[in-house]
């Protein structure tokens, strides 16, 4: 049972890693023979591991087709960053309020470790930094529900960004962002902390918005 249980979280995690990086392209169908051969283990794992990514909505399941990659759309990555402005607003104002010296010490280590990362040198590095430095910024919010759905939607913001890979941040700042993000939530300013992280997605979403435009209109074109 053990045995099983670490396979199937094996799997778990690899499967994860594919759809976010895009190696799994979206709208494609998830073929578990294909994939359990890659991962060297039984169908029974894959299945498990793609069932649970799929209540994540990282995996899309159809009872008569299978499992599919979500396919990506610029209308699609609105609403998810529409929601994700909306959410974790509320969320880094409900960790400032409750936060304590522990929530701030780890908010300053992170920060400091993601500084010292080179985002291209150790891009697998600094994108686990990055996602625990913003999930420490909200990890006080009293509701984990909602820091759990933040992550979530973090995750797959993440898979936007993955895909969206050739569009560069030209001038851009990323750090100095996550400085003020960060010192706005130290000095226990929640409506400064939520306004700065808001402009942070805008701003990432910008240069997504742009690239996934350009994808569309290729797509279009070759059709």
């Given at each position: 049972?053990?045995?099983?249980?670490?396979?199937?979280?094996?799997?778990?995690?690899?499967?994860?890693?594919?759809?976010?990086?895009?190696?799994?392209?979206?709208?494609?169908?998830?073929?578990?023979?294909?994939?359990?051969?890659?991962?060297?283990?039984?169908?029974s794992p894959v299945r498990e591991a793609l069932s649970t990514l799929s209540s994540e909505q990282l995996v899309v399941r159809s009872e008569?087709?299978?499992?599919?990659?979500?396919?990506?759309?610029?209308?699609?990555?609105?609403?998810?960053?529409?929601?994700?402005?909306?959410?974790?607003?509320?969320?880094?104002?409900?960790?400032?309020?409750?936060?304590?010296?522990?929530?701030?010490?780890?908010?300053?280590?992170?920060?400091?470790?993601?500084?010292?990362?080179?985002?291209?040198?150790?891009?697998?590095?600094?994108?686990?930094?990055?996602?625990?430095?913003?999930?420490?910024?909200?990890?006080?919010?009293?509701?984990?529900?909602?820091?759990?759905?933040?992550?979530?939607?973090?995750?797959?913001?993440?898979?936007?960004?993955?895909?969206?890979?050739?569009?560069?941040?030209?001038?851009?700042?990323?750090?100095?962002?996550?400085?003020?993000?960060?010192?706005?939530?130290?000095?226990?300013?929640?409506?400064?902390?939520?306004?700065?992280?808001?402009?942070?997605?805008?701003?990432?979403?910008?240069?997504?918005?742009?690239?996934?435009?350009?994808?569309?209109?290729?797509?279009?074109?070759?059709?």
């Amino acid at each position: 049972m053990d045995s099983h249980r670490s396979l199937t979280s094996r799997a778990y995690h690899q499967i994860r890693e594919m759809v976010l990086s895009g190696e799994i392209q979206p709208g494609s169908r998830i073929q578990i023979d294909q994939l359990r051969k890659s991962l060297d283990m039984g169908a029974s794992p894959v299945r498990e591991a793609l069932s649970t990514l799929s209540s994540e909505q990282l995996v899309v399941r159809s009872e008569q087709r299978g499992f599919w990659a979500p396919d990506v759309s610029v209308e699609d990555f609105k609403n998810l960053l529409d929601t994700r402005l909306r959410v974790e607003a509320i969320a880094i104002s409900d960790a400032v309020e409750h936060g304590d010296p522990a929530w701030e010490e780890r908010i300053v280590m992170l920060q400091y470790r993601l500084n010292s990362l080179d985002r291209t040198e150790k891009a697998i590095e600094w994108e686990a930094a990055h996602r625990d430095f913003h999930h420490a910024l909200i990890a006080a919010c009293p509701s984990h529900y909602l820091v759990d759905f933040c992550m979530q939607l973090y995750d797959l913001a993440v898979r936007y960004r993955n895909i969206a890979r050739p569009a560069a941040y030209p001038k851009r700042k990323i750090s100095n962002e996550h400085q003020g993000i960060a010192e706005a939530a130290l000095a226990r300013d929640g409506d400064r902390a939520a306004r700065l992280l808001v402009e942070h997605y805008r701003k990432t979403g910008e240069f997504l918005f742009d690239c996934l435009s350009e994808q569309d209109g290729a797509i279009k074109e070759a059709v």
